[in-house]
């Protein structure tokens, strides 16, 4: 009974806060299969309790709380989570980017941080909002090798190879102006390339060990060339380099203009788990911090 309500719930939160006021309460009937052919069908009632907040920089969130009983079932009681609704979020998006495009004033915004931390996804975002063009640092450095793959890059020339092309990269793009640039992990860790993204304004994706571990062992490690080739199984050698990494280069990343903190968004919102805030959310967040940093 239960995985249907979760069921509902999930469904729900698509909708939108009015929508779903409209239903405050509902009925849900369900089957339950036993031995051979016999068939029951229940009643199940369930009354719902909406609650509307103040999330992170004004967004709205819904939390839905639902207690359930049938015959001979006790009553039990689930709620969801803080759920920004997406309307809201392109909303603030679309109003935070005009609010600090003329203190940009066409500078461009250099994404840093560990792999997997969602640069491009967040830069592609960013980019489009603020009307600039967007350019992934790894994508350039493949596309000047000839189409080369960047873990075939590390196997074939190694990676002090790959750094000179990053750096010479991020030089000629520090020369440009109205750009979203998704940086490579690593790009922090030479001092030449901090002087040329501190001609613009950068931002450091600071995203839970654990979180990144489940992501790279979602999809593999076979294009990350520092973590491709470990023993072990996927989670825990992607969260024992990635620890390793990050104490080399967590001081590099805390030269970053603005810093966003993806445990500090998901505690704003009430949520759980960093895994779900949205790409926007966390753009968003980073427009903030922008905004702080500009006004200083």
Same mark, same amino acid.
């Given at each position: 009974?239960?995985? !249907? %309500? %979760?069921?509902?719930?999930?469904? =729900?939160?698509?909708?939108?806060?009015?929508?779903?006021?409209?239903? $405050?309460?509902?009925?849900?009937?369900?089957?339950?299969?036993?031995?051979?052919?016999?068939?029951?069908?229940?009643?199940?009632?369930?009354?719902?309790?909406?609650?509307?907040?103040?999330?992170?920089?004004?967004?709205?969130? %819904?939390?839905? !709380?639902?207690?359930? =009983? =049938?015959?001979?079932?006790?009553?039990?009681?689930?709620?969801?989570?803080? @759920? $920004?609704?997406?309307?809201?979020?392109? %909303?603030?998006?679309?109003? !935070?980017?005009?609010?600090?495009?003329?203190?940009?004033?066409?500078?461009?915004?250099?994404? @840093?941080?560990?792999?997997?931390?969602?640069?491009?996804?967040?830069?592609?975002?960013?980019?489009?909002?603020?009307?600039?063009?967007? #350019?992934?640092?790894?994508?350039?450095?493949?596309?000047?090798?000839?189409?080369?793959?960047?873990?075939?890059? #590390?196997?074939?020339?190694?990676?002090? #190879?790959?750094?000179?092309?990053?750096?010479?990269?991020?030089?000629?793009?520090?020369?440009?102006?109205?750009?979203?640039?998704?940086?490579?992990?690593?790009? +922090? +860790?030479?001092?030449?390339?901090?002087?040329?993204?501190?001609?613009?304004?950068?931002?450091?994706?600071? @995203?839970?060990?654990? /979180?990144?571990?489940?992501?790279? /062992? !979602?999809?593999?490690?076979?294009?990350?060339?520092? *973590?491709?080739?470990?023993?072990?199984?996927?989670?825990?050698? /992607?969260?024992?380099?990635? =620890?390793?990494?990050?104490?080399?280069?967590?001081?590099?990343?805390?030269?970053?203009?603005?810093?966003?903190?993806?445990?500090?968004?998901?505690?704003?919102?009430?949520?759980?788990? +960093?895994?779900? *805030?949205?790409?926007?959310?966390?753009?968003?967040? /980073? *427009?903030?911090?922008?905004?702080?940093? *500009?006004?200083?």
């Amino acid at each position: 009974m239960e995985a !249907k %309500v %979760v069921q509902s719930l999930q469904w =729900s939160t698509l909708n939108s806060s009015e929508n779903i006021m409209r239903r $405050p309460s509902s009925s849900l009937r369900y089957t339950k299969r036993f031995n051979g052919n016999d068939q029951r069908h229940h009643q199940t009632l369930a009354s719902c309790h909406l609650g509307f907040g103040k999330g992170v920089i004004g967004q709205r969130s %819904v939390v839905l !709380k639902v207690s359930c =009983s =049938s015959q001979n079932v006790s009553a039990s009681v689930l709620e969801s989570g803080s @759920v $920004p609704t997406s309307s809201d979020e392109a %909303v603030i998006l679309k109003k !935070k980017s005009e609010d600090i495009e003329p203190y940009l004033d066409g500078r461009c915004i250099y994404l @840093v941080g560990m792999m997997g931390s969602g640069k491009t996804t967040v830069g592609r975002i960013l980019s489009e909002t603020l009307g600039y063009s967007f #350019f992934d640092c790894d994508t350039l450095i493949e596309q000047a090798v000839g189409g080369t793959t960047v873990a075939e890059i #590390f196997k074939l020339y190694g990676e002090c #190879f790959f750094r000179d092309n990053e750096t010479e990269i991020i030089r000629k793009l520090s020369s440009m102006q109205r750009l979203v640039v998704s940086t490579g992990g690593g790009a +922090v +860790v030479r001092p030449i390339n901090w002087k040329y993204m501190h001609k613009g304004i950068s931002v450091w994706l600071d @995203v839970p060990l654990e /979180a990144l571990a489940r992501r790279i /062992a !979602k999809v593999g490690t076979d294009s990350r060339p520092l *973590l491709h080739g470990e023993s072990g199984d996927a989670y825990t050698k /992607a969260l024992e380099r990635l =620890s390793t990494l990050l104490e080399d280069r967590g001081e590099a990343y805390a030269n970053a203009s603005a810093r966003v903190s993806l445990e500090n968004i998901a505690a704003k919102l009430g949520c759980k788990d +960093v895994c779900n *805030l949205t790409p926007t959310a966390i753009a968003i967040e /980073a *427009l903030v911090q922008i905004e702080k940093f *500009l006004k200083k």
